[in-house]
């Protein structure tokens, strides 16, 4: 069994919860805690609805809370007792000042850095789990380590590569583990020493060591990557709806080419979620400070194809809807960014939404998990918005249906029924590709794929 090892971590979000839960499983000699600044979170981590829904997750906290996973608000504390400390904090796009819409906002890490720094009595291993901007492990370095108490703090980069709706699997099962250090010698031992952590469940050679900068840039590099499959293919799609190709037959002969893969390659109304706009953004910024304006205007392409198909998903509804959808009730199955979890952050159903009240639409959402986020994102947005947890009841009386989360409910719902509910003529614009097209055309639907030619009544 090796040493018992005291871990911390200051964000107890869909990052922070899920890892810490993972780490207390597979590690029994590890007393790990939670503690973050949002006391109702914390709450919730500690009481039997978690504040995130995550498939497997309820199972594993069962597990450990109380025996060797710990939530809590003495974030002063937690910090005292911790010989290692992930620092997960949000660290969202900026909305105001220099960088705004673009740079990182880190008031958040300083604030944990400084909080670190005056609940120290004794030397830490400091861990970047928060995606962040390459180098800014420097900055952390500074602050923490201008200290006059002979404290020293060691800061690791282990960026968290799970994605919602499969964390626990991602984080049981890794494709890697990345954890980036100084190249000293103390520096190699901090990375061993959280290297050691993993190895409980993750065999050694999925470990990556390397140094810091290249540890934070690649977190940023892969979204930014994985990112721009979805814009690749969502490009390709409008081009096959024009020329009677089918995105998803381009996308299964382009996917079996070994060199280029199958996955995310699935054309869609658009990408959504807390990261890769941000991270994406983020990485235009840093190239941009330091003059390489073709990298970022490169990067930065990415995201306004992303842009560009939300609109253009919208757009195409209107168009096909006879160029108005004043007055008309119009069922979205769906708002989460994607299935299997309830975060709306940065969904495209947020957009489509909004366009669609803008053209006076009355608009019925239904989610199975994203409701109350959704209710929220569109606090005070004027217009006519409902939320309906039955997709049944969403589509009654409704002129068409825009499917936006790729939920497999959706695909199970009795479309006869639904169908018979509905106004005449009844559309479905399926923005995930994920329903039997032809099957909805004979039961008499107007159908429009992405990337595919419609099927139109006659
Ligand atoms: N969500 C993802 O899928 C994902 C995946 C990989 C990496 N990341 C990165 O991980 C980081 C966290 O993301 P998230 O989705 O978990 O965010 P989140 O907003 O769900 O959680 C962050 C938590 O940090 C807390 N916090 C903020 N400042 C604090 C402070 N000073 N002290 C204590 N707690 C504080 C907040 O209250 C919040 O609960 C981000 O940098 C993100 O880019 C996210």
């Known amino acids: ?43 919730a981590w500690n009481s039997d609805t978690l504040p995130i829904y995550e498939p497997g997750l309820d199972e594993v906290v069962r597990r450990v809370r109380g025996r060797n996973l710990f939530f809590s608000t003495d974030i002063a504390c937690g910090i005292r007792d911790a010989d ?5 904090v949000n660290t969202p796009t ?31 291993i400091v861990v970047e789990k928060s995606t962040l901007p390459v180098r800014t492990a420097q900055a952390m370095d500074r602050i923490l380590n201008s200290n006059t108490r002979g404290l020293r703090f060691e800061v690791v980069s282990n960026p968290e590569f799970l994605a919602e709706g499969s964390a626990i699997r991602d984080l049981e099962n890794p494709d890697r583990v990345l954890i980036g250090s100084h190249e000293t010698p103390e520096g190699r031992r901090a990375r061993r020493a959280v290297a050691d952590l993993y190895a409980s469940w993750v065999p050694r050679e999925r470990i990556i060591e390397s140094n810091i900068w290249s540890a934070e840039l690649s977190k940023l590099a892969a979204n930014a990557f994985l990112a721009q499959r979805i814009s690749s293919i969502n490009s390709i799609s409008a081009l096959c709806e024009v020329t009677e190709a089918d995105v998803d037959e381009v996308a299964y002969a382009v996917g079996t080419d070994s060199r280029i893969g199958p996955r995310f390659l699935k054309a869609s109304v658009g990408f959504g979620g807390s990261c890769f ?3 994406i953004l983020n990485l235009v910024y840093i190239a941009e400070s330091y003059g390489l ?6 990067w930065e392409s990415v995201v306004r194809m992303n842009d560009w198909q939300e609109a253009r998903f919208v757009r195409r509804m209107l168009a096909n809807m006879f160029n108005t959808v004043a007055g008309k009730r119009i069922a979205l199955f769906g708002f989460a960014f994607k299935a299997n979890t309830g975060d709306t952050r940065e969904s495209p159903a947020i957009v489509v939404t909004r366009q669609l009240l803008a053209d006076h639409a009355h608009v019925v959402i239904t989610d199975p998990k994203a409701l109350d986020n959704a209710r929220h994102d569109l606090a005070g947005v004027d217009g006519h918005v409902e939320f309906e947890a039955d997709p049944y009841k969403a589509a009654e009386g409704a002129h068409a249906i825009a499917v936006l989360t790729e939920w497999d409910v959706y695909k199970e719902l009795d479309y006869k029924r639904i169908l018979e509910s509905m106004e005449r003529p009844a559309f479905v614009f399926d923005g995930r590709n994920i329903l039997d097209h032809r099957r909805l055309f004979e039961l008499g639907f107007n159908v429009f794929p992405i ?6 009544q006659p």
Not at 18 to 26: E, G, H, K
Not at 95 to 122: M, P, V, Y
């Open 1 to 43: 069994m090796p040493n018992p090892v005291n871990v911390l971590c200051i964000g107890a979000g869909y990052v922070g919860g899920p890892t810490m839960a993972v780490i207390a499983d597979r590690c029994p000699h590890a007393r790990v805690t939670v503690v973050d600044i949002n006391a109702d979170r914390i709450a």
């Open 84 to 88: 290692i400390i992930f620092v997960s």
């Open 94 to 124: 900026k909305n105001f000042g220099e960088g705004c819409g673009r740079a990182a906002d880190l008031q958040h890490w300083e604030k944990t850095a400084r909080q670190i720094l005056a609940n120290s009595t004794a030397n830490k």
């Open 277 to 279: 706009h941000k991270d």
């Open 293 to 298: 304006h073709e990298v970022a205007r490169y």
């Open 451 to 456: 990337g595919k030619s419609p099927l139109k």
